[in-house]
Structures are given as structure tokens and as C-alpha cells.
């Protein structure tokens, strides 16, 4: 190369550097017309099933801000990160979106693994947290810069150890219980309410990516307890579960986790297993025309009915509700922590939201069956 | 009602699956002495080939399907020696250089798949019918008998090829010193091509027959791998017995520590095995 040669292509470097400074400035300058909010759900891994939907609800929910005018006239942006319901994935979002993009407040994470260890990144940067989906326990009161829209499994699990103490009259359950955040806190949950009555409980706990559960369930059939309680949170691990119960010709009474009874395809495809399985949700009304209006609205966007309908109806909420915060008290992590514990009955496509002072979405689950492939609600007999 | 035979059976059906993979595994390591982690990916391979055939052509005949899924497991482990390790061997890489490569190879064809298939959980056994079979107590599935069936089977077939055939002595000339083996006139890189031909048609069946009795999804291989790494070096890596050895003890020790230990403990199970070996008996059961 001569040395003219050199000097044109050092030259065209220096340019090429300089131009993406300066756009990458001009960029950040020119946001102010921009309200970015971030985002951290499982986009891929096993839990990308969840990932998917949020994703697009979400999308949903700015499109209709957008075009109604956007947040006190910003259009909102989203930056998503995948937190591959992880910790570390869910921190290293966490850290990027904070350190790095500079949003005020996240939408997530979606499960509890991802979410937990997110939660002090974001309060240390002052970033405000709102999860339509982490359900554990353990996030209660984590911090003031966290809120959900999603209760706390620590409702569904009691409602859950009454009726099979009190009404099913059952002494013994056992747990099959996939080792995730949300099934540890389910579990732990269930065991005190039902060891509360004076039931005993059994667990067997397998990690998470297990496919081969034949000698968990092994083990817990000879125990011949009154009933199994499935916490599966992998769609992947929930199939091979219960095709597994079936290879080994084993049918106990169920008590199913909410994400089972939230999935569709698995009450579907093992419609005859899940007879009559009891568990508790968070149930929508579905003749809420507002819920209607969102089940509707993302029909038409995407073709078909969002799968997980209560937790999107809350991912759905957590946008608008985020961007009712933001046009109150503007776009500003602090301030909106602050707001976070004054929502009150506002209205929203899952029913009304009101937060606690521990950041938790007060009121909770209701007792739910499975009957001919359907969720319906739970009546004592 | 004992619990003893289906925890047998259990631990049969486990050890089959480790073998299928464990299998190619040593028989590529025993040759290469590289740890090819791409094998691992070769299963996901074979299972998303039958997943892809058969619900793309309904009529077609799930053998055909499994055939088709195995050879193209083999010719993608064949071409990434052809194209990736062999110009690495060209240029006397460091078996550590290789390991990488292959670490990049497992990524970018699990990518590949996740890409084209999506990240979600799939299953094979729709197209296949599900027959439950008793056998002393223990409840077994058609599709476990033939992953048990299919792991003698390639064991058997393997060996006798290895000790009766041409070629056969041509591997075990490679394995003993390549080298050498070049000197003697034999032609080692294609020796070496069929070794992965063979070794990433092995881990394809396991892939398929897996996906028949539990399911696929891109991030498999990794899973699979690792189950079969422990075996392969509990058995004594590098060696075709030894793979079928180390699956057997991997197998019974897994699922009879969620019986007598808890099976929060089943992973550690496995890779306390792993390092109780590697401590004191690091050749493993047979050494080759």
C-alpha cells in the first residue's frame, strides 16, 4: 500500500469514527421528544414462550399511545432486553438499560428469576420497576422503586392450601416442584399455609431443565400421597410431566401451579390428566369491556388471541398504567416511585389495580378448576 | 408395590440416552483427542430434521424421517471437520484451539436452529403412536425399549466393525497415533472424516429417539452434552465400551440418588461422579 493509499483510507476512518459520534449525539439530543422505557422479558430460551406475547403486547399498547397523541406529546420508545428468566441475564438487562440507555422506568422482568436481581440495579440508579409478572414472594416490599400488577404467588398458594386441607379433606400432598424462583416460592408458600392446617407435604425438587422426571415421580407415587401438586414453570418440563404421569399409569387428584392453568395448549393436550385439577389465578373478567377491548384490539394486530390472557391483560395494563404515572408526575424514576403506592382503583384491562405500600397489587387469586379442557372457577361443594 | 423395577427401568432409559451420545463422543475423542462440543448439537439436529420432515410432509414414514434425520446429523459433523477442524489441524492448532471452534460450531448451529424453528419446547411423539408396555412391574414406553435397543445395537455394530474390518484397524491406527498412521500410508483426514460421519450419526439418532420420548428444543445439545461427557469420561474417555460403561453408572447412580438422596441432588449427583473420577481413577472404568 503507498503511502497516499494510507493516508485517503486513515482519513476515510477518522470520517467514518467522527460521522457515528455525531449521529450517535445528534441522536441522544434529539430524544427529547422521545420517552424511553425499558423492558426486560425471556426472549429466548425456554421461557421465550412468555417472551413472545409480552413483546407483543406491549408493542400493542405503545402503538395505541402513539397514535392517540403519545405522553403529553412524546412518543414512547421501547428498548427491549432479554433477560432469559435468569438472574445474571436479568441483571446485565438491568444494568444496560439504566447505565447505558438511560430510562427512567423498566417494564419487567416477566418472570421472578430475571426480576429480583434487577430490582437494586434499577433502585440504585433511581429507575422505577413495574413487573406485570413476576409473581414470587420475595418480591414483596423489595423496594420502593419496585411494583407489580401481578399478585403475589404467596395469595394463590393459600387459597390452594385451604381447599385441599379443608374441603378436600386431604392429609398428604406431594410436590413436584421445578427449581425456579417462582417454584421454590410456590412451594414454600403452599407447604406453610397447608402444614398451617396440619397437613403433610412431600417435594421433590428437580432443576430446571430436566426432561427426564420418570424417578421423581417414581419415588413420590409410592409415597401414595392424597394428591400431587404440579409447580412446573417451562412449558417444555409441564409436557414432559405429564407425559410422564401417564407412561407410569399414575393418576393422582391435582393441584396445578397458575402458570398450567394459564397455558392453553398443556390443558389441551392433557385435558383427560387435568380433569377436575384444582388451582388458584388471577382471573380477569372476561365480560370487562375493557378487557374485551384489549383481547379485541390484539386480534386484529396479530391474528389471534393472546395466549396467557391474565398475564397480558397485566402486561397491557402496566403500559398504560406506567404512562398514566409518567403524564402525572412526568418522565422521572424517582417521582414515579413515589406514585406507584398512591394507584388506587385504576381501571385497567385486568380489573382494578391498586398497590399496596409493599408494592404489591392488593387483592389476588380466585380458586379455579379444570373441567372439559376449561378453566372455570372453583365452587365448593 | 416395589418401586425397584421402574426405578431400574428408569435408569436404563437415562443410561441409553447418555450412551447414544456418549458413544460418538469417545469415538471422535478417541481419534481427534479434542473435546468436540458440536457433538452435543448434532442431536438437536437429528431430532429438528424429523420435527421439520414431519410435520412438513404428513405422509412420510417416520423411519424414512429418522433415516433422513441421522445421515443429515452425520454429513453437517462431517462437513464441520471438513470445513473447520481440518484446516485447524492443517495449521498444527492446539487441541484447546479446536475445543473453542467447536464451542463456536455447538453456538451457531443451536442458533441456526433457534432461528428457524423458534426457541419453543416441540414434540415428535404426535406422529408416533405411544404404546405403554408392563415389564415386571416396571411401566416402559415402545419408544424407551428402542432408545435401550438402539444403544446395544450401535455398541454391538460399532465394535465389530472396529475389530473385524479394514477400516476399523485404520481407526484404531489413527487413534493410537495419527501420526504414525500417516506414515504407514494410511489416509487419516478421511479416516477422521468418517469418524465424524459416524460419531454425528450416533448423536442425531439419540436426538431423534430423545425428541420421540421427551421433546426438542434448540438449547438440547448443551443438556445432552454434558450428561454425555460425564459418561464418556466415567467410562474412560475414548473408549466405545467405557461410553456404554459410564452411561450404565450415570444412569443408576442419578436416578437411585432421587430415590435414596432427594432430587434436588440429581445434577450434582452427576458431576460428583464426574469429579470422584477425575480425582481418583482419571482414565476412568477402562482405560484405554
Known sequence: ???????????????????????????NSGSSNVIKIGSIEPLTGGAAVYGQPVQDTIELAVAQINAAGGINGKQVQMIYEDGKCDGTDGANAAQKLVNVDGVQAIIGGFCSGETIPAVPIAAAGKVVMLSPGASSPALTGISPYFFRDYPSDAFQATVMGNIAYNQKGWRTVAVMEEQTDYGTALTNAFSKSFEGYGGKVIVQAFPSATADLRSFLTTLKAQQPDAL??????????????DQLIQLGWRPPLLIGDIISGDPAIIQKYSSQLEGAIGATFLPNASDTAYEAFINAYQAKYGGVPPYQNYMACVFDAVNLLAAGIKQVGYDGAALATWSRTVSNWPGASGNITIGSDGDRAGGDVPIVIHGAQVVPYVAQ | ??????????????????????????????????FNLAHGVMAAVGGYTVFFLTTTFAQMNVVVAAAIGVLV?????????????????????????????????????????????????????????????????????????????????????LWIFL?????????RAVSDDEEVARIAGVNTEKVLGWIFF????????????????????????????????????????????GAILGALLLGFAENFGIWKISGEWKDAIAFGLLILFLIFRPKGIIKS
Do not use: C
Not at chain 2, 408395590?1 to 456418549?22: C, E, V, W
Not at chain 2, 479394514?166 to 481407526?171: A, L, N
Open chain 2, 73 to 157: 446429523a452425520a454429513t453437517i459433523g462431517w462437513g464441520l471437520d471438513r470445513v473447520v477442524y481440518r484446516a485447524l489441524r492443517k495449521r498444527h492448532a492446539s487441541n484447546m484451539v479446536l475445543l473453542v471452534a467447536s464451542l463456536g460450531a455447538f453456538t451457531v448451529i443451536q442458533a441456526a436452529i433457534a432461528m428457524i424453528f423458534t426457541s419453543q419446547f416441540q414434540t415428535l411423539s404426535s406422529v408416533a403412536s405411544e404404546q405403554v408396555f408392563q415389564v415386571a412391574g416396571a411401566s416402559i414406553t415402545e419408544t424407551q425399549i428402542i432408545i435401550m435397543l438402539s444403544a446395544i445395537l450401535v455398541f454391538a455394530l
Open chain 2, 198 to 241: 459416524i460419531g454425528s450419526a450416533i448423536a442425531g439418532l439419540g436426538g431423534i429417539l430423545i425428541g420421540f420420548d421427551t421433546g426438542i428444543q434448540p438449547t438440547m445439545g448443551m443438556e445432552l452434552l454434558l450428561k454425555g461427557v460425564i459418561a464418556a469420561i466415567v467410562g474412560g474417555v475414548g473408549s466405545i465400551s
Open chain 1, 1 to 27: 500500500m503507498s503511502k497516499t493509499q494510507k493516508i485517503v483510507w486513515w482519513t476515510l476512518g477518522a470520517v467514518v469514527v467522527v460521522g457515528l459520534v455525531a449521529w450517535g449525539v445528534f441522536r
Open chain 1, 229 to 242: 401438586f404440579i409447580v412446573t414453570q417451562t412449558p417444555a418440563v409441564s409436557d414432559d410431566l405429564f
Open chain 2, 163 to 171: 475389530k473385524t474390518t479394514m477400516f476399523g484397524k485404520q481407526v
Open chain 2, 1 to 34: 408395590m416395589s418401586i425397584l423395577p421402574q426405578l431400574i427401568a428408569n435408569s436404563l432409559i437415562a443410561a441409553g440416552t447418555y450412551a447414544l451420545l456418549a458413544i460418538g463422543f469417545n469415538l471422535i475423542y478417541g481419534a481427534t483427542k479434542f
